[in-house]
């Protein structure tokens, strides 16, 4: 059987607090016997349950890392009641070219799970994920936003499971979570995601999706470092009780939330993010990149809804998610 390369340089087990890295050897021209170092803290305290912590699946979105990077800065075992893994860069090599997939293979790691053992530096990653750290784990939190091509209103969110306890569990962190928005999420590909492996596993699992364009505000930043310290007080990690704001509960009932460029072009937004529209209204209009003088090709609203995602960059691709909507649930 192939072992897995990956060997961390800290102990996962022992009480107190240390950084280190998660070393897998990569050997290539610049260094023989080169090495791609995954930064990882990891914090033991009083007994209790594990959390594990990642950021930067996909390397071009930004709140994770640094609500990430704050926590293990600031974090101390006393303050813990369990153990904090905390991965800021799941994906280093991503997160150091500022890319959604890995310069090294181009594998996206978000689509690689379970991974490979022998496979390429993605699906190593993706293995060592699935098969060492997520088994250790009762709860684990994966941050997302839009990257580079895509912009969300800010929201956590949980799947639809068989398992209606293990739904009920990630509902309920979800909901700890506290983002302005809260949603149930129906995937567009499920399979290979990081968040299918860690379901399957029958873990308590919460995402996000925080903002978008390949960068972070302040006001993103904030809902991610609040959320992740709701979500942890919530697992009884960290002392205290999760501070509650008001948040807009929404469902993505079917496919049709999903609005796909039926062509390549300008894009002329005509309802911006977090908007409220109607069955048939006006999304967006793409103009022509190749002539003037010519009529826009017209997406309307395949239902009615609010706009929770959009196409970030001024021009779209034919087959590109435009827009997605989801709907407010009572
Ligand atoms: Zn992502």
């Given at each position: 059987m192939i072992q897995n390369p990956i060997r961390p340089t800290?102990?996962?087990?022992?009480p107190g607090k240390r950084h280190g890295h998660l070393k897998l050897p990569y050997s290539r021209n610049?260094?023989?016997?080169g090495a791609v170092m995954i930064p990882i803290t990891v914090i033991v305290g009083k007994p209790g349950p594990t959390a594990l912590l990642t950021g930067a699946n996909h390397g071009d979105e930004y709140e994770g890392p640094i609500a990430l990077q704050a926590l293990a800065h600031e974090i101390?075992?006393?303050?813990?009641?369990g153990r904090l893994i905390i991965?800021?860069?799941?994906n280093t090599p991503a997160f150091r070219a500022g890319?959604?997939?890995?310069?090294?293979?181009?594998?996206n790691l978000n689509r690689?799970?379970?991974?490979?053992?022998?496979?390429s530096v993605t699906q190593k990653i993706a293995h060592y994920f699935n098969d060492t750290l997520v088994p250790m784990a009762d709860l684990v939190v994966d941050f997302h936003s839009g990257g580079k091509t895509l912009d969300f209103v800010p929201f956590a969110c949980a799947h639809y499971l068989d398992d209606a306890t293990q739904q009920a569990a990630c509902v309920a962190a979800v909901t700890a979570f506290n983002a302005p928005y809260t949603l149930m999420l129906r995937e567009i590909d499920a399979v290979g995601m990081y968040d299918t492996a860690v379901e399957e596993q029958g873990k308590t699992f919460v995402t996000t999706?925080?903002?978008?364009?390949g960068t972070a505000t302040a006001r993103s930043a904030g809902i991610a470092h609040k959320g992740i310290r709701n979500v942890l007080k919530h697992a009884g990690i960290l002392p205290g009780a999760p501070e509650i704001a008001p948040t807009v509960m929404l469902d993505?009932?079917?496919?049709?939330c999903y609005h796909t460029a039926p062509e390549a072009g300008l894009i002329e937004p005509m309802a911006d993010l977090g908007e409220t529209v109607t069955q048939g209204q006006p999304l967006a209009r793409i103009w022509p990149?190749?002539?003037?003088g010519a009529a826009p090709a017209v997406v309307h609203a395949q239902?009615?809804?609010?706009?929770?995602?959009r196409h970030f960059p001024g021009l779209v691709q034919l087959g590109d998610t435009l827009a997605v909507l989801a709907v407010e649930a009572g």
């Open positions: 800290l102990s996962l087990d022992a610049d260094s023989a016997w101390e075992p006393e303050d813990v009641t991965v800021p860069y799941m890319t959604r997939v890995s310069p090294l293979d181009q594998v690689a799970f379970p991974g490979a053992p022998g496979g999706e925080l903002g978008g364009g993505m009932p079917d496919d049709d990149m190749d002539r003037s239902r009615d809804g609010v706009v929770v995602a």
